[in-house]
Structures are given as structure tokens and as C-alpha cells.
DNA sequence: CGGTGGCTTGATCATCCTCAATAGGAGTGG
DNA sequence: CCACTCCTATTGAGGATGATCAAGCCACCG
């Protein structure tokens, strides 16, 4: 058995809301490495120039994941750290029976940071993936010689930390109704941050997952959905997407929380 | 209504558990105004030469609470950081309706950040308490001139995070005889951490944090006591004491996580 | 078309919650 | 020292939410 502080693992970032981020350099030659990266201006590499960014770059590799493949398991070695550039991994945690408890979705632009130590939970594609990726110890000592990359990853642990809280109040609190209408307009507040201002957005992942990220079955889940469907504030669309009807008694149920 | 930004709230450390930190200076003047603090070496005050040590508590000053007095409310400005030197806080956040969910406990030693904004949480004491108090912008510019303190609060950063995705599997995949045992268990080793080797904890908190802490009610916590206490894992003792009668069973039932 | 896998729906069950009453313990005043 | 109060913890009975078990449905795919 691992001693308890080899159990840590790092930051996982999902850019589930805006936090205060650093100033971001948005110009950089067309023939860059990461010049064409839809993903750069939502990443830490958005706060380097084009210079740093190519000696960086330069220090990791890309990779790419079939749905359903592992990044990696919990209790493996964490040397290396990641930044997801397309597709939805799922983050979780197994007890020794089976259960499973999601802790994260993340999307494109997010960090999967990793600690000294091994991995404290699993990172698996949802729908395919792509990321790049970069020995810790070399992304260490990039970050200390970049100080604003070291704020900002502080930046994100700390938000990272509000929405752990915030899914805490959800798995202890709230009711089957109030987690899946919180998960819902969580997921149209991310896909705003990043697209348009649609109202429709995918759900990459299945009902069990979903379930397993609200502390739920997936027949619960599926009643929950059939329940908005049938009183009009959502429509299940094909091809795995739900359009958002009414916003309103969607954020009744998911009551914020107080201020 | 405040935008999502300014809700952000910073790091709360719980030392629960042992992890990476940076070396501590162990000596200062015995008429240091920090010689005699009991927590100094558990804080990243201890990381600090006596003089800088001298100029940082300079900066800051100290507070006492009484049981139930708050420090702070969730929508609070959060200018000050905090280090918790004696007794018990713990902080929660709330539903409109009323319900509560504690996301944490702090013992002495503790570190008690805020990022810019607004509280996220509420933080009240137990037991009656002390600690320092610090200007988030004075804590701030010392941080940024002494980086092995930014580096050690971003590594206090992702402990927390770690704990608190562990009691995200809590609450959203473990029974209520498994919750207690998880927490009771997280106790003893707290405890062990900062005191001798007792197998003697003191419970400050009531029936009602520990279920607002962990998901259920305090009816069902008292029947979970009730349940141990009679297959002779633990015993109640005078003054909100446990004492860890049988190890396993406990551990078997927390199931700490797998491998 | 038949098979496969995920989703939905239904019926039953169990855990934990709710409501209510009792017991215990600390503090107070006689 | 004891009675009284207040507050919390414990215990009990019943009920509800969500889990479990079990079909049926539907889309997708060979």
C-alpha cells in the first residue's frame, strides 16, 4: 500500500466558469507549432509569447484517444501532465467493489495537471480525444522560470477547488432533480464559455456517466430527463444533444446557492 | 446577483493527511513574537528565516471566536487570509431552503486562504478559537516575494483538491455506516499528525455537522455511532470524546479507495 | 434482419429521512 | 446537593426518495 503522500495527484482544471487569468497574447506567426491550436487562448500557452511558446511546444508531444480508452489509472505513476486540445475525457475514482464516482468532465482547453506521485483517479475518453502532453519534471522547471504560468495554475487549482466544493453541496444536498437540472446548465454555461450562445449542447457522455458524476443511477437519471422532457424545459434531440427550453425553472431547481 | 468570477473563493487546508512540503527553519528567537506559537511549524510560517518572519507577522494580527461565532459569511468581501492557530472552524455553504452542506473542518495549523471576491463559504467556530489575520493584498505581495511560499500554497492547493474529490466519492457512493467510518478515521489521523499516537479523539463538533458534513442527517449519524459502539469498533467517552477500540473493521468499512 | 448496446419504463425494495418521543448531560439557582 | 431547565443525543415508527431488478424499446450496424 501507498503511503498517504504518494496518493496526491494534481490539478485537474475544467474552465467551468471564468476565473480572473492572466493577459493573453493573441498574436503569433501563422507558422507556429500551436498557431492553428483552437485551444491556445483558453490555456496557460495563451500567456506566452510566440518564442516561449516554441521552446515549450517543443518539449512535449501530442497524442489521441479512442472513446472508452484510458489516459491513465488511478495508482499509475503521474509523471507527466496534459492539456486536452479536443474531445471530453472523463475524470474517476473507484471503490474496491465497483462503484465509481466521476469527479470531472473535462473538455478542450482544460489542464489535466498531475502532482509527484501517483495518480489519486482514472482519466478516460468519453468521445475522442486529443491532447497535448509534457514530462512533469520539464513543465516544472519551465514554470519556474515563468512565474505568471505558476499564478495561473494556482489560479485554476483554486477555482478548480470552488467547483469540487460546489459538486460537494450537489452530492450532499440536493435532490435527484436539482443535480441533473445544476449538471445541464453547467454544461450550456461551459459550451457558452468556449462556443456561441447556443442553446443546444452535446452530452458525449452516457447516462451511467452521468449518473456516476451526480451521485445517481442511470435510471434515475433517465427519469429526470423524461420528467424536463415532459414538463417542456428541455428537448432530447438525436444524436446525443439536448436544447434548452426554459431556462428558468431549470435554475429554480438548480438553485445556484445563496449568496 | 454577482457574476460567476466574483464568487470565487481560495484555498481552505486542511493538513489532513501528510504531504510534499518545503523545509522548515526550526530555530528563531525565543522572544520572536512567533517563538511560541504552537502551530508555527505546521504552517508555511515555519518556512520562514526569523526576520522575514518578523516582517510578515508584522503585517498581520490576531482574533479570537467563541463556539458559533462566524468569521466569515459566504458573499463576504474575502480581503483577509487566515491561519488558524487554536480550536475548531468549520465552513458550509447553504441552499436557499436552508440546507447545509460542511465542506470541511479546520484544526490548528490550518490555512485558511481567499482568492479575490467574494466568499464562496462560510466559516464559523466550533470550539472557541484563534488565529492570524493577514490583508489578502499585503499576503499577496509578500507571496510574490517569497516564492517558496507561493509554491508551498499551490501544493496545499492540490492537497486540497485531492481531499475534496475524496469526499466527493463520499458522497455520492458510500453508505452511511461507510461515511462515518471515513470520517472518523480521517480524524484519528489528523490527530495523529499534529498529537501523539492516541487512540483518543475529541469530537468538538455536533451530530448535526458531522451530518451536515457528511450528506445525512444527525438521527442517522447517532444510529451509525450507535451501530459501532455496539459491535465494540469504538467507545464514547465523557466530553465529546471517541475512542478507536478495533482498527479493521473501520478500515474495511471506509475502504479507504482502491489501487 | 437479427444482434448489440444504451436508453426508457415499470414494479418492488431498502436505505435513509422525517416526525416524534425519550433520555442524557451540562449548567443554574435554590 | 438536588431540582430544574435547556440543549443535544438517542431511539422508535412510518414513509419517501432513489436503488434494484426486470422488461421492453430504439437506434445503429453488421
Redesign the interface.
Known amino acids: ?5 504518494e ?5 485537474a482544471i475544467a474552465n467551468r ?4 487569468r492572466g493577459k493573453r497574447v493573441s498574436l503569433i506567426p501563422a507558422d507556429h507549432a500551436c498557431g492553428l491550436c483552437p485551444v491556445r487562448l483558453q490555456t496557460f500557452c495563451g500567456l506566452l509569447e510566440a518564442e516561449d511558446l516554441a521552446r515549450f511546444k517543443y518539449q512535449g508531444s501530442t497524442g489521441r484517444l479512442k472513446p472508452g480508452e484510458p489516459l491513465f489509472h ?2 499509475d505513476a503521474a509523471d507527466l501532465v496534459y492539456n486536452l486540445t479536443a474531445g471530453t475525457l472523463k475524470l474517476y ?5 465497483g ?3 466521476i ?1 470531472g468532465f473535462l473538455l478542450p482547453g482544460d489542464f489535466l ?1 498531475t ?2 506521485g501517483d495518480h ?2 482514472s482519466a478516460e475518453a468519453v468521445e475522442p480525444a486529443e491532447y497535448c502532453r509534457f514530462a512533469r519534471a520539464r513543465f516544472d522547471a519551465f514554470v519556474d522560470t515563468h ?1 505568471e504560468i ?2 495561473e ?3 485554476m ?6 467547483a ?6 450537489l ?4 435532490t435527484a432533480a436539482e443535480r441533473l437540472a445544476t449538471f445541464l446548465l453547467g454544461l450550456f ?1 461551459r459550451a457558452r464559455a468556449r462556443n456561441a450562445d447556443w442553446e443546444i449542447v452535446r452530452l458525449p457522455m452516457s447516462r451511467t456517466d452521468i449518473a ?1 458524476y ?2 445517481l443511477t442511470k435510471e434515475t437519471v433517465s427519469r429526470s430527463f423524461t420528467a424536463f422532457r415532459t414538463a417542456g424545459m428541455i428537448r432530447l434531440l438525436p444524436a446525443d444533444r439536448v436544447e434548452l427550453l426554459q431556462r428558468g425553472p431549470l435554475e429554480e431547481l438548480a ?1 445556484a ?3
Chains 1, 2 share one sequence.
Open positions: 500500500m501507498r503511503s498517504r503522500s496518493e496526491e495527484d494534481g490539478t466558469t471564468a476565473y480572473p488511478e495508482g475514482k473507484l471503490l474496491p467493489d462503484r465509481r464516482q469527479i495537471g502532482a509527484p489519486a483517479f512565474p505558476g499564478r495554475l494556482y489560479l487549482a483554486v477555482h478548480e477547488l470552488a469540487a466544493r460546489e459538486q460537494m453541496v452530492l450532499g444536498r440536493k454555461d456516476d451526480l451521485g438553485s446557492n445563496a449568496g
